[in-house]
């Protein structure tokens, strides 16, 4: 099953998880035995995003929320991946979906306590910062599947 990475570029900040998701849902998909990986890979997409958006001494607080939401969702997602792996074998059909349901719900969770945070932070931005922001959410900030950070 080929997966198609476009209908992923909308996705405003949490991309890499959605990306996983439809991963997951592939068969054949083997995930790294390393729980980090996802983590590792928000982390990255956290600090590219606080230096395209150059945070503020004054905006930092804010940041840490959005940051730190980001992160609980990396973590959560990782640990049901990892469980969805490790009982990939003995799942039938119904099994199968049901981990796939609680991924996509983990996921629209994770969606649905960033946005009044970083709906926030948003508010103290400034012009420019808010310009760069739009860019990367509307573009979604990937590439074929990869995160790729567009310079202003």
């Given at each position: 099953?080929?997966?198609?990475?476009?209908?992923?570029?909308?996705?405003?900040?949490?991309?890499?998880?959605?990306?996983?998701?439809?991963?997951?849902?592939?068969?054949?998909?083997?995930?790294?035995?390393?729980?980090?990986?996802?983590?590792?890979?928000?982390?990255?997409?956290?600090?590219?995003?606080?230096?395209?958006?150059?945070?503020?001494?004054?905006?930092?607080?804010?940041?840490?929320?959005?940051?730190?939401?980001?992160?609980?969702?990396?973590?959560n997602m990782d640990a049901l991946i990892h469980a969805r792996s490790e009982h990939e074998k003995e799942?039938?059909?119904?099994?199968?979906?049901?981990?796939?349901?609680?991924i996509s719900e983990e996921h629209a969770d994770g969606v649905k306590k960033l946005v009044p945070v970083?709906?926030?932070?948003?508010?103290?931005?400034?012009?420019?910062?808010?310009?760069?922001?739009?860019?990367?959410?509307?573009?979604?900030?990937?590439?074929?599947?990869?995160?790729?950070?567009?310079?202003?």
């Amino acid at each position: 099953m080929k997966i198609n990475t476009q209908q992923y570029a909308r996705a405003p900040l949490l991309t890499i998880s959605a990306l996983v998701i439809a991963m997951a849902f592939t068969s054949g998909v083997v995930f790294a035995s390393n729980m980090n990986t996802h983590e590792d890979h928000v982390e990255m997409r956290v600090k590219e995003m606080h230096s395209k958006l150059n945070i503020t001494a004054a905006q930092e607080v804010q940041w840490n929320k959005v940051k730190q939401i980001m992160l609980d969702d990396a973590k959560n997602m990782d640990a049901l991946i990892h469980a969805r792996s490790e009982h990939e074998k003995e799942m039938n059909a119904v099994d199968n979906l049901k981990s796939y349901s609680d991924i996509s719900e983990e996921h629209a969770d994770g969606v649905k306590k960033l946005v009044p945070v970083f709906a926030t932070l948003y508010a103290s931005l400034s012009d420019a910062q808010k310009k760069t922001a739009d860019a990367l959410f509307r573009r979604g900030g990937h590439k074929h599947g990869h995160m790729k950070m567009e310079s202003k």
